[in-house]
């Protein structure tokens, strides 16, 4: 068979769930063109199903529908970059609309200290309640792809800044986190969720004492655990875990690290 053909039927299929998805997208656009508020649900199969469909090539199928959550996202927030918002700004409809959205209020655990940083972190969550549809969106580009890294960094970070979905974002980076143990990106990202937004010291120290043990991590997230171990007390504990980690493991670069850190946390503790 020749290798211009051998792809045919990927590439039709391909060719179809795209143009389907396009005309879907083409007709949320035209009827939205007057209104920015559109909170009407996106239907599509669940992830098991658009395995099935993808033949095997799930990898190609979660980056198209990872284009479509994106622009489903940005098209629905509250953003001066959005041409949406602004023209419901320019045209007054703006108040009007979000009336009729449901935008319950977003409570967060106190953490003493960092009532102002959330402040500014999370901007009053301001686009909640009008991108309903993101994380259903980002399950599905995960399940055809769980070691998709950027879906989980995407909505359990950068969409819950914005839409304050607590536990959608957590479900979604423990999820990441289970499926790529590998990534200290999720292991950082889930203990700093639970140092800013859950006011867990433990859990956050936990997760980033695991972020530290793989290779790659970089320096600042050191001096994040440093920080967690001073609030959370916990200066035997975690001074034990990095020892094991360094009788444990061969790694000259996590050996280097460790090393370091155990002398800076044996000083700060003085």
């Keep these: 068979m020749r290798r211009g053909t051998r792809f045919l039927p990927l590439w039709i299929l391909l060719a179809l769930f795209a143009a389907g998805v396009t005309a879907v997208q083409r007709k949320l656009d035209r009827d939205r063109s007057v209104h920015f508020v559109d909170t009407r649900p996106v239907f599509l199969p669940n992830g ?3 395995r099935w469909m993808s033949m095997g090539h799930t990898a190609s199928f979660a980056d198209v529908l990872w284009i479509q959550s994106v622009l489903y996202f940005g098209r629905r927030t509250l953003e001066d970059e959005n041409p949406y918002y602004r023209y419901a700004i320019e045209r007054g409809m703006l108040a009007r609309e979000l009336a009729g959205v449901s935008r319950p209020e977003v409570r967060i655990p106190s953490n003493p200290g960092f009532e102002t940083l959330h402040t500014k972190l999370h901007r009053g969550f ?4 009008l991108v309903r549809e993101i ?3 980002l399950d599905r580009v995960t399940t055809l792809d769980p070691h998709f890294i950027h879906p989980y960094i995407f909505g359990g970070v950068y969409v819950l800044m914005d839409t304050g979905e607590l536990d959608a ?3 979604l980076l423990l ?3 289970r499926e790529n143990p590998g990534s200290w990106k999720l292991a950082f990202y889930l203990g700093w969720y639970y140092w800013m937004f859950r006011g867990d010291v433990d859990q956050s120290r936990a997760y980033m004492e695991r972020a530290v043990a793989v290779p790659g991590c970089p320096d600042y997230v050191f001096s994040l655990l440093r920080g967690v171990t001073r609030q959370a007390n916990a200066w035997d504990l975690t001074i034990q875990y990095l020892r094991g980690i ?4 061969d790694n000259p670069e996590i050996r ?3 090393q370091k850190e155990l002398e800076a946390l044996e000083e700060a503790r003085k």
Aim: glycine share 8%.
């Design 169 to 171: 974002a957590e479900s």
């Design 175 to 177: 999820r990441g986190h």
């Design 246 to 249: 360094l009788e444990s493991t």
């Design 135 to 137: 994380y259903p969106l």
């Design 256 to 258: 280097k690290k460790i």
């Design 48 to 50: 098991k199903l658009l």
């Design 126 to 129: 301001v686009s909640r309640g």
